[in-house]
């Protein structure tokens, strides 16, 4: 069950799917401490899993350390969102921490789609996502940084927020981001002052064919060029032959959201030929 002391939360959550002889995509969860799912939900059909995840505290403090485990067998296909933001909240000194495994057999597919990560005034905080694709698997996600609360009166002006995404063999990443280092946050060879930081993401378990690479490239370059009035800056490349990029950087995390939702869908019909079908709770 779930531990509490001086130096926080510790969190647990074990995610299984799989595919029956039906075409079912069904599910397994498991948690200790305070993150769980809600009940599964089939708004596409029995073949798309999506699942919920909440954590009832409400945000993440110094000290706690939340792990996420996901796995899918061959032929699964699951969503997986948050209802709202994950809050890092500052902290005296401890490091608070949400770190997501996620292994996909063959014919696997994913859709990792968390809405924002907040890194509060002072946190001092780390969020990372590790992916291991089999030949033939498949995801496609995205991760949303916003740094303070701005509109508030509460800008990221002390801290650190490290975040980190490495899909085995084929891409690793860390960014850096403190409070205080201005030649990143403010520079416009940095952020230019841009509090929230996005990326997407499609990747393979074995190299991309290059007619369909090019696809998801021009996709979402697409969505860039159409939606250009929503106030974010954007760019689409593909790092490695099995992955594809797409970099955002926003004032406001609303335009972001709305950049990332579109070019999902878009992704969702070029790649998988399914329609965009956003999850219920993005709508409540």
């Known amino acids: 069950m779930s531990t509490t002391s001086e130096t926080g939360w510790r969190g647990r959550l074990e995610l299984r799917y799989w595919r029956d002889d039906h075409g079912h995509t069904l599910a397994h969860d498991r948690h200790e401490g305070p993150l769980r799912v809600l009940r599964r939900l089939?708004?596409?059909?029995?073949?798309?899993?999506?699942?919920?995840?909440?954590?009832?505290?409400?945000?993440?403090?110094?000290?706690?350390?939340?792990?996420?485990?996901?796995?899918?067998?061959?032929?699964?296909?699951?969503?997986?969102?948050?209802?709202?933001?994950?809050?890092f909240y500052r902290s005296e000194g401890p490091e608070a921490s949400q770190d997501c495994t996620v292994r996909l057999a063959?014919?696997?597919?994913?859709?990792?789609?968390?809405l924002e990560a907040i890194a509060y005034d002072?946190?001092?905080?780390?969020?990372?996502?590790?992916?291991?694709?089999?030949?033939?698997?498949?995801?496609?996600?995205?991760?949303?940084?916003?740094?303070?609360?701005?509109e508030a009166g509460r800008p990221f002006e002390r801290g650190v927020f490290e975040q980190s995404l490495?899909?085995?063999?084929?891409?690793?990443?860390?960014?850096?981001?403190?409070?205080?280092?201005?030649?990143?946050?403010?520079?416009?060879l940095g952020l230019a002052g841009h509090g929230v930081v996005a990326t997407a993401w499609f990747a393979a378990?074995?190299?991309l064919p290059a007619a369909?690479?090019?696809?998801?490239?021009?996709?979402?370059?697409?969505?860039?060029?159409r939606d250009a009035s929503l106030g974010a800056t954007a760019g689409c490349t593909a790092?490695?032959?099995?992955?594809?990029?797409?970099?955002?950087?926003?004032?406001?995390v609303e335009p972001a959201m709305a950049l990332?939702?579109?070019?999902?869908?878009?992704?969702?019909?070029?790649?998988?030929?399914?329609?965009?079908?956003?999850?219920?709770?993005?709508?409540?």
């Open 239 to 252: 790092p490695h032959a099995r992955v594809v990029v797409l970099r955002v950087l926003a004032h406001r």
């Open 205 to 207: 378990g074995s190299g």
């Open 166 to 188: 490495a899909i085995e063999g084929a891409w690793l990443e860390r960014g850096w981001m403190a409070g205080d280092d201005d030649r990143l946050l403010r520079s416009p």
């Open 42 to 87: 089939y708004p596409e059909g029995p073949g798309i899993c999506h699942h919920v995840i909440v954590h009832p505290p409400g945000g993440i403090v110094g000290g706690d350390r939340i792990e996420i485990d996901v796995a899918l067998e061959s032929g699964a296909h699951a969503l997986v969102t948050t209802p709202g933001a994950t809050r």
């Open 106 to 114: 063959g014919g696997a597919r994913l859709e990792w789609l968390p």
């Open 212 to 225: 369909r690479r090019d696809a998801l490239l021009d996709a979402a370059r697409a969505v860039v060029e």
């Open 122 to 150: 002072g946190c001092h905080a780390r969020n990372g996502l590790h992916l291991a694709l089999d030949a033939g698997a498949e995801a496609l996600g995205w991760d949303i940084v916003a740094l303070g609360l701005p």
């Open 260 to 284: 990332l939702v579109a070019v999902r869908a878009a992704w969702r019909q070029a790649a998988w030929g399914l329609p965009e079908n956003p999850p219920r709770v993005w709508r409540t």
